[in-house]
């Protein structure tokens, strides 16, 4: 068995996922080129993750969470999101929503 290094790492930046960098969901969705329509809490949009004609993808402005109605895709915010659209791991999709910063 191996011996705990306490100092291992040390000297390295250390990294945290910080949510509230993360881009505004309504900003967010129109930058995706998702054109929303309708009222109330949910929004409908043109699904991307499958061949769509119908709007199915449903779309929560406040926390950016989402759910198409066909293909079943879901997920609760913008980084999940942008994890699924262009199959990013959590860190590099945080990275590219500007989530993701050295903290020393």
């Known amino acids: 068995m191996r011996n705990a290094n306490p100092t291992r790492g040390h000297n390295r930046p250390a990294?945290?996922?910080k949510r509230y960098c993360l881009p505004n969901p309504a900003e967010y969705y129109d930058a995706q080129g998702l054109k929303l329509i309708g009222g109330g809490e949910w929004?409908?949009?043109v699904c991307p993750f499958h061949k769509?004609?119908?709007p199915s993808l449903r779309v929560r402005l406040d926390t950016g969470g989402f759910r198409c109605?066909?293909?079943g895709v879901h997920g609760?915010?913008?980084l999940a999101f942008h994890m699924q659209r262009y199959g990013l791991r959590f860190i590099d999709a945080a990275r590219a929503?500007?989530?993701w910063e050295a903290t020393r």
């Open 52 to 54: 769509d004609t119908k």
């Open 97 to 99: 929503l500007g989530a």
């Open 69 to 71: 109605m066909v293909c």
């Open 43 to 45: 929004k409908s949009a």
């Open 15 to 17: 990294f945290a996922f």
């Open 76 to 78: 609760g915010d913008v």
